[in-house]
Nanobody, 125 residues
Framework: QVQLVESGGGSVQPGGSLKLSCATTADIFSIYAMGWYRQAPGKERELIADVTTSDLPRYAGFTEGRFIISTISRDNDKNMVSLQMNSLKPEDTAVYYC????????????????WGQGTQVTVSS
């Protein structure tokens, strides 16, 4: 069973930085994409950034160069996707979710979304 475990959320003042990390037991060879989403109160969940196994990272416009996604892949070990967040703003306050798109039913079927448990990020003075 695929598991995603997030860490690194918390509270920070405007202009501060946080780094989120997500460890997954998913087999790297069956992962299509890894990414981060967020959901603010009363709003839809939105993509922050993601990266496929064969392409460059893509970022939502609101990241404005402030966020950097990175992945670490190790055979026979946990794979990780991290999100470095700089110059944080109060409007970045949200629950942040790690996501992978995973070929859980073989490559003949579309990849399936798996989600982390969510971690709260609060930006406030």
């Amino acid at each position: 069973q695929v598991q995603l475990v997030e860490s690194g959320g918390g509270s920070v003042q405007p202009g501060g930085s946080l780094k989120l990390s997500c460890a997954t037991t998913a087999d790297i060879f069956s992962i299509y994409a890894m990414g981060w989403y967020r959901q603010a109160p009363g709003k839809e969940r939105e993509l922050i950034a993601d990266v496929t196994t064969s392409d460059l990272p893509r970022y939502a416009g609101f990241t404005e160069g402030r966020f950097i996604i990175s992945t670490i892949s190790r055979d026979n070990d946990k794979n990780m996707v991290s999100l470095q967040m700089n110059s944080l703003k109060p409007e970045d306050t949200a629950v942040y979710y790690c996501n992978i798109q995973y070929y859980s039913n073989g490559f003949q079927s579309p990849p399936v979304d798996y989600w982390g448990q969510g971690t709260q990020v609060t930006v406030s003075s």
